[in-house]
Each structure stands twice: as C-alpha cells, then as structure tokens.
C-alpha cells in the first residue's frame, strides 16, 4: 500500500538522515539517490573562497562512533543482515564493521519510505562497493538489483602498478517486482551513419524503430573541472547532467525524489529541472545556502517566479509520521516482556512485569516513532537513567557506574 508522501515539497532538512528518514511515512518516495561516504579514511573540506565554503564532512569510522540502538535494530529485526556486518568485519576490522553498521540502518530506512514501485540509487565507488551491494542485497532482495550503472569519466592520472581508475558504481534496487523505467526519455543515438533501425524479430519484425536503442549501463561523462559554471568547490560534486539523466529514467513528472546526503544539491536541482518533487537531507546547513544559490542561478534564470514563490522549506526539526505508525499494539508491554524474557534492555536485570517501564529506544526527540519496533521495556532506574537520551547514552552510564 502506498503512503501519503507528509512533507512540503522543496524542503531541506539538516541533521542525521537516518533519524529524519525514521520520521517520513513509509512507501511515500518514488526514487531515492544517495552519494554517501565512501569509507576513504578522509577528512573532505570545501575550500576557501568557493561557493560551497565550509562545508566539510568526515569519512572516517571508529568503533566508538556505533550506537547501541543501530546494533539492537539489525540483530532484533535483521540477523542474516547482522550476520553479513559480523562477517564482513572479520575482513575489514571494527572500523570497517561501524561503517557498515552506519550504512545497513540507512538502507533498511531507505527501503522502508520507497514506494512499491519506487527505486534507489546508490553511488559508491571500489572502496567498499562490493560489502555495500552484499547490504542492499540483504535488505533489498538478492533478485532486487536492476542494474549495476558505471558511470565512466576520464582520469588524467596514469597509476605504475594498476590501471587508473575512471568509473563509479551506482547500484539501481527495486523495492518491488515493478519499477519506474522511462526507457524513452533516456534513448541513446545509433551508432555513426545509422539513420534508424529496424526490429528483427517479433510482431513488430521489419518496422522501424525512429528514435534511438535503449542505452546501455556504461555512462560516459567528464567529471566536474574548475572551470565548470555548475561548480561549487563541494568536494565530492556530481555533475548536473548524470543526476538529470537518473531522475528522468527512474521516475516520472510529480514524483517524489529523496537525497539523504545531498551535500551541494545536485539531486534537488536535477529533480526542480525534471518537474520532480523533491527532498534533501544533510547533516551540513551548507545545503540548505547552496541549493538557494544554485535555483537561482540554473533554474531560476529566465523565470518570471521568485525563490520566495517556490516556497523552499528550511527544516531544521524531525518530521513526524501521519501514515498511523503511531499505533501501537494493545498488548505491546506483554509482548514485549515476552520478547525480552522478563530482562530489562538496559541492565540486563530480571524483573517482573509490574516493575517495568514501557520506554522508546530512540527517544521522539530525536526522530524515533511511536511504534511496537522502537518500543522497549526496561526498569525503573535505567528507564530513569535514560531519560530522554538514547540507548548508546545509557550504556555509557551504566558503564560508568552511574545511578539515579
């Protein structure tokens, strides 16, 4: 059943995707790019005097940075996927592992607010392409992948030892058995001295084919130079056109287009070309300027309306579901005693049923829904303890040795 998308169109929210993502209504987006971190043990900074100065994020992961309720969240609703981090983690050690676990309760998200019809497309490069596609097969299907895209861009390096890298990965998932495919909007010319081609097979043998062949999954684009007038000085920019192309075969006119990291913009704009609808998500109030400077400047021109007319919203607190997740069950504390075996998710202590509190493992606060799933049971000191901070908080204090 497809949900009612409840967030305003054109609206850029800025804090952690995955607690935003928890507050958008499930199968309410129709595509969804994401150009997340890659795992390249790097610091990314725009530079001084570009556009997109200031803006900066980490691509490093350590241990300490996973959360108890990402943990909690894959082993309780996802073990084989709990399975595959373990796994994979024993290859890439525990900073490799947390930077997993970070991408594995993004994509369960992802999936979640999809659309039965609706896609994704995820933008990796070899770093940790091969662990991410085990991921989104464990989340997705292993029958879910549509296509793996590369697109091909020209690499004025020349490595001694290997061969110089010049392509990224893009991962295209469906949700469903059905996708958006505009075949049509995206036909690739015929080869050089081919005025049209004929189909050689079928009903429709002989009759001409008029406008090009359905295109294959290698794109070639140059990446972004210096001089680009598209350019922000945004360290990991995509150019315009490869998002133009995505958004016009994925999806159609009016649909909803999501960017949990959208950074410089890209995606948004590509989406207000396309007469998509559109939201972005990133941890960086950087995107919200950006993406003012960059209407006005690619799509505003020539336009008779103002930015204040296209109404961009600027969101700065968690959305909150309309699709009915807030019901619960009527019997979720016993269910949930009966899940937990009478043991208390903060101590591990046991106790009567009576002496336990119902109690959210993402607190409201912070983008975690009313629902059985993120419901918990503890007692009175860690229900206490935990206040209104999270699972991860919780730990630390019983760690420490803290009490009430």
């Known amino acids: 059943m497809t949900g009612r998308q409840q967030i305003a169109n054109r609206s850029i929210f800025t804090g ?20 997340p971190p890659f795992n390249k043990n790097k610091n ?7 556009k997109a100065a200031g803006a900066h ?28 981090i373990h796994a994979y983690g024993e290859i890439r050690g525990k900073d490799g592992k947390a930077y997993l676990l970070y991408m594995a309760v993004r994509i369960i998200q992802m999936r979640r607010i999809l659309k039965p019809e609706g896609s994704l497309c995820l933008h990796c490069d ?16 292993a029958g879910r992948l549509i296509n793996q895209f590369i697109w091909h861009y020209k690499n004025a390096s020349r490595g001694k030892k290997q061969f110089a890298k010049s392509h990224d990965t893009i991962y295209w998932y469906g949700k ?73 075969a994925a999806s159609n006119a009016g649909d909803v287009v999501l960017d949990p990291f959208c950074g410089c913009a890209t995606t948004l704009i590509a989406a207000e070309i396309e007469g998509r609808r559109w939201i972005g998500i990133d941890i960086s109030p950087k995107a919200m300027e950006l993406v003012m400077q960059r209407m006005k400047k690619e799509v505003m021109v020539g336009d008779r309306r103002s930015l204040e007319k296209l109404q ?15 019901k619960r069950s009527k019997d979720i504390r016993h269910i949930l005693y009966g ?9 591990d202590g046991h106790f009567q049923i009576r002496r336990m509190h119902l109690d959210h493992r993402t607190p409201k606060s912070k983008g975690g829904a009313d629902v059985d799933a993120n419901l918990q049971l503890m007692c009175s000191h860690c229900n206490l303890l935990k206040g209104a901070g999270t699972m991860a908080e919780l730990k630390a204090k019983l760690r420490a040795g803290k009490y009430i």
């Open 16 to 35: 952690d995707n995955v607690e935003i993502m928890r507050g958008i209504n499930s199968a309410s987006v129709d595509l969804i790019y994401a150009d």
């Open 44 to 50: 990314f900074s725009a530079p001084i005097g570009s």
């Open 57 to 84: 994020f980490k691509d490093r992961w350590t241990w300490d940075e996973v959360k108890d309720e990402w943990l909690g969240e894959i082993s309780e609703q996802h073990p084989k996927l709990g399975t595959l």
């Open 126 to 141: 070899p770093t940790m392409g091969c662990e991410i596609k085990g991921l989104l097969d464990a989340v997705f299907g």
């Open 176 to 248: 469903g058995e059905e996708w958006t495919f505009n075949r049509e909007n995206v036909l690739a010319p015929f080869e050089s001295g081919m005025t049209e081609w004929r189909y050689t097979r079928g009903g429709q043998k002989g009759r001409a084919i008029p406008k090009g062949k359905t295109p294959d999954d290698v794109f070639a684009l140059p990446s972004l130079n210096a001089m680009a007038k598209e350019r922000t000085g945004y360290p990991t920019q995509k150019p315009l056109k490869l998002l133009q192309y995505l958004v016009r």
């Open 312 to 326: 961009i919203h600027h969101m700065q607190t968690f959305p909150i579901r309309t699709d009915g997740a807030q």
């Open 339 to 347: 899940r937990q075996e009478g043991f208390c998710r903060g101590c």
